[in-house]
Nanobody
Framework: QVQLVESGGGLVQPGGSLTLSCTAS????????MGWYRQTSGKQRDLVAT???????NYADSVKGRFTISRDYANNAVYLQLNSLKPEDTAVYLC????????WGQGTQVTVSS
């Protein structure tokens, strides 16, 4: 059983930055694609960003130019750098990893408010 543990969320003012981390319980070499999604209360999970094993990235239009996803094979982690945060970025951010199965983390709360 694979575990994904997110960290790095918190309360930040508009225009601020955060770095989210997702650490896997096994080598991330086994995951074809890893990504970040976000979910607000009562709504579906929306894609934020994904990264493939070859380093290809994909971003939601709403975060392009502000967020950056990266993979760290040495630490079995995927990161999401969030810059120029807006109140509408407030959500629970969840990590996902795909191999022969799909795995989800429990999420970390990001709140953007003055």
């Amino acid at each position: 059983q694979v575990q994904l543990v997110e960290s790095g969320g918190g309360l930040v003012q508009p225009g601020g930055s955060l770095t989210l981390s997702c650490t896997a319980s096994r080598s991330i070499f086994s995951f074809n694609t890893m990504g970040w999604y976000r979910q607000t209360s009562g709504k579906q999970r929306d894609l934020v960003a994904t990264i493939t094993s070859g380093g290809g990235t994909n971003y939601a239009d709403s975060v392009k130019g502000r967020f950056t996803i990266s993979r760290d094979y040495a630490n079995n982690a995927v990161y999401l750098q969030l810059n120029s945060l807006k109140p509408e970025d407030t959500a629970v951010y969840l990590c996902k990893a795909d191999s022969t199965r799909r795995y989800w983390g429990q999420g970390t709360q990001v709140t953007v408010s003055s």
